[in-house]
C-alpha cells in the first residue's frame, strides 16, 4: 500500500486548540519528492485579481519543487477563481518543460520541472543539495495527491 501525506494549507491543518498539527496532516510533506503530484481544485480560492495570478505561480512552483525531474503533475484549472485554462497553462510553461490539456479529464498534465535539483556528495560523505535554474519563474481547502513507491502525499 501507499503511505500518505496529506498537507493543506496551515490553518487547515491544526488542530482546534492551536497547539499542534492534526494528525492526518504532514507540514514537511512538500519537502519530499514525488513521481506524480495531483492537485485538485488548488487554484479555486484566488479570486479574480490580479493578485490570483501572482499567487497561482508561487502555488504551481512549489508544486514543481515537489515532483522529481521525471515525475508528472496533475493539475486542473480553476472553476471559481480568474486562473482559466489559458492563463494556467502559461503558468504551467513557465516551470514545466512539458505541458499538455487532457480533454478528456479536462486536466493538465506537466512534466520535467525547470528547477532541477542536483545532489553531490560532499567530502565528509554527505549530500550537498545545490539547485540549477534555468529559468527564474516567480484555496478554499486545496489538496495535492503526490505519490512515488513508498510515499504518498494530499494536499
Not at 32 to 43: F, G, Q, R, T, W
Not at 44 to 62: E, F, H, P
Not at 94 to 114: H, L, R, Y
Request: glycine content about 4%; charged content about 30%; overall charge positive.
Amino acid at each position: 500500500g501507499a503511505k500518505v501525506d496529506a498537507y493543506d494549507l496551515e490553518p487547515n491543518m491544526i488542530n482546534k486548540e492551536r497547539t499542534a498539527y492534526r494528525e492526518q496532516y504532514n507540514p514537511n510533506a512538500l519537502d519530499n519528492k514525488y513521481n506524480v503530484v495531483n492537485a485538485s481544485n488548488v487554484l479555486d480560492n484566488l479570486g479574480s485579481k490580479q493578485d490570483a495570478y501572482n499567487k497561482a505561480r508561487r502555488i504551481v512552483t512549489q508544486i514543481g519543487k515537489s515532483v522529481k525531474d521525471d515525475g508528472t503533475v496533475v493539475i486542473n484549472p480553476s472553476k471559481k477563481s480568474s486562473i482559466n485554462k489559458a492563463k494556467l497553462n502559461n503558468i504551467l510553461n513557465e516551470t514545466f518543460e512539458k505541458v499538455e490539456w487532457d480533454d478528456t479529464s479536462k486536466v493538465f498534465k506537466a512534466s520535467g520541472p525547470i528547477e532541477k535539483v542536483v545532489v553531490e556528495v560532499g567530502e565528509d560523505g554527505l549530500p550537498i543539495k545545490k539547485t540549477k535554474q534555468s529559468i527564474d519563474v516567480f484555496k478554499k481547502e486545496f489538496f495535492i495527491r503526490c505519490w512515488s513507491r513508498r510515499n504518498y502525499c494530499s494536499r
